[in-house]
């Protein structure tokens, strides 16, 4: 496996695992209690978990792609942030804005609280990746 796969796969896998943590705790403490008070009656009984772990595994390749950039010495920590945040905020609004366009009974709540956590989340997870890897980042590859 050559350097630069190398260092993708590091940081996809530090992204990863730094997004689960976050983003059980914010199912847990936020988004679970707002999405059953404001859109309960049109959420599904039981979560797909097919689509969650491809929505994660999807996700945070994009979020490592734009935000990371693990192949790219140059890029500043501003750069890698404001990637992610930018790449989390289209991605969630498209979501939310979707669901507020077409969804019965979804709320402007949800589709702001969704939009702003996207681009929140993405740019921690960003940063904290970029830190850990912080030399990894920075090396010129061959």
Do not use: E
């Not at 404001?38 to 959420?43: C, D």
């Not at 991605?91 to 009974?105: E, H, M």
């Not at 904290?128 to 990894?136: A, K, M």
Request: proline share 3%; charged share 10%.
């Amino acid at each position: 496996m050559n350097h630069r796969t190398k260092n993708w796969l590091t940081a996809y896998i530090v992204a990863a695992l730094i997004f689960a943590v976050l983003d059980v705790v914010w199912i847990l403490g936020v988004a679970n209690p707002l999405y059953q008070s404001a859109i309960g009656g049109i959420l599904a009984d039981k979560t797909n978990f097919v689509a969650a772990v491809l929505f994660y595994v999807i996700f945070v390749a994009g979020m490592v792609h734009y935000g990371v950039r693990p192949n790219s010495p140059d890029a500043t920590i501003r750069q890698r942030v404001t990637g992610a945040a930018l790449f989390g905020f289209f991605t969630y609004a498209t979501w939310a804005l979707t669901g507020l366009a077409v969804l019965k009974d979804f709320t402007a709540l949800v589709a702001v609280t969704d939009i702003l956590w996207g681009a929140a989340a993405c740019s921690l997870v960003t940063w904290l990746t970029s830190v850990i890897l912080r030399r990894r980042l920075a090396a010129r590859v061959p």
